[in-house]
């Protein structure tokens, strides 16, 4: 609905948890972006971590301590792949893997993998559309002094323990922006890049070749952009984030996560706790929004999520 949709930006828990709570404020209004540099082949299947992070959040069956997988998902297939010799450190449940199973057998066949996270995504009956950022094969590589490492092998076999020297987008050359992902950002009312981390998780989206230049068209036509910090009080609430920020040089705080979007958005939006830093976020030429942005259920993601839209004008 041109003129009332908003698009926001996500990977992992904390943008998945944002968009929970803008689908329940905006319902078909409101399409998600996802980062697909963390997607993985896993015992044959094509596994994509933030879109279903994302899908199983908005669909209201993630586990709920872990904000991933599916709440009360069993894991026997694990089990005896392992039995098997197959390495079981990247877990799948028995439920998540009938996804990953229909999805692998749909691209197989022809179908983009957009279309396959569609039909998904109709089949949990969602609201919101959840789009990936491309159709390309793209892969982050994370530099440590071991040498380079597939992503997940990082985050999940070394639990995110090895400094981070430097990152790679692997394919991200040749890749595009989907149809569906033009399409949206051209007709957004508001675009919202979601508290993940801005490196790994934003920063592939805004890697793909025309992102940036199509944010700069939205803006100039009159969409209003904001970004939510994932970093409260110096640190990350999960995930490697603000480690992954100190080792590449970039300050581990919510200003330093406004430096990194300062040409993008119009609004920052960060912790109380950090309201000190208000006054060098406008020096930088935005809008500070101070707000209680720790989301622990559905009532704190709905009401974060009423903040952002209110200052961005949308009801």
Not at 11 to 33: C, D, H, I, Y
Not at 240 to 269: I, N, Q, W
Not at 270 to 276: E, L, M, P, R, V
Not at 278 to 286: H, T
């Amino acid at each position: 609905m041109a003129g009332t949709s908003v698009v926001t930006l996500a990977g992992g828990v904390g943008g998945a948890k944002l968009a929970e709570g803008l689908q329940a404020r905006l319902g078909v209004r409101l399409t998600v972006v996802v980062n697909t540099a963390d997607d993985c082949v896993r015992h044959g299947l094509l596994v994509m971590p933030d879109h279903d992070t994302v899908l199983y959040n908005l669909a209201g069956i993630e586990q709920v301590g872990l904000g991933w997988g599916i709440e009360g998902d069993t894991h026997a297939v694990m089990a005896q792949l392992g039995t098997y010799g197959e390495p079981t450190w990247f877990g799948l449940g028995d439920r998540d893997l009938a996804l990953h199973i229909t999805r692998t057998a749909a691209v197989r066949a022809g179908a983009r993998p957009t279309e396959s996270c569609l039909a998904a995504q109709r089949s949990l009956g969602l609201a919101a559309r959840i789009l990936p950022m491309t159709d390309a094969p793209v892969a982050t590589a994370v530099l440590t002094a071991d040498g380079w490492l597939e992503f997940q092998e990082y985050f999940v076999h070394q639990r995110q323990t090895p400094d981070v020297l430097g990152l790679r987008f692997e394919g991200i050359e040749a890749a595009t922006l989907t149809p569906e992902v033009e399409a949206a950002l051209a007709n957004a009312a508001a675009i919202i890049l979601g508290p993940s981390n801005p490196l790994v998780s934003i920063g592939p989206i805004l890697a793909v070749p025309g992102m940036r230049s199509a944010l700069s068209a939205a803006r100039s036509r009159g969409a209003v952009t904001a970004a939510v910090s994932p970093i409260i009080g110096g640190r990350a609430l999960k995930g490697p984030a603000d480690r992954m920020l100190s080792s590449l040089g970039h300050e581990p705080t919510a200003l330093g996560v406004a430096r990194l979007y300062a040409d993008l958005v119009d609004v920052f939006v960060f912790d109380s706790i950090d309201a000190a830093l208000a006054p060098a976020v406008q020096a930088l030429g935005l809008r500070a929004l101070v707000a209680d942005t720790v989301m622990t259920d559905d009532r704190s993601r709905e009401r974060l999520a009423a903040t952002v839209l209110t200052a961005l004008g949308i009801s």
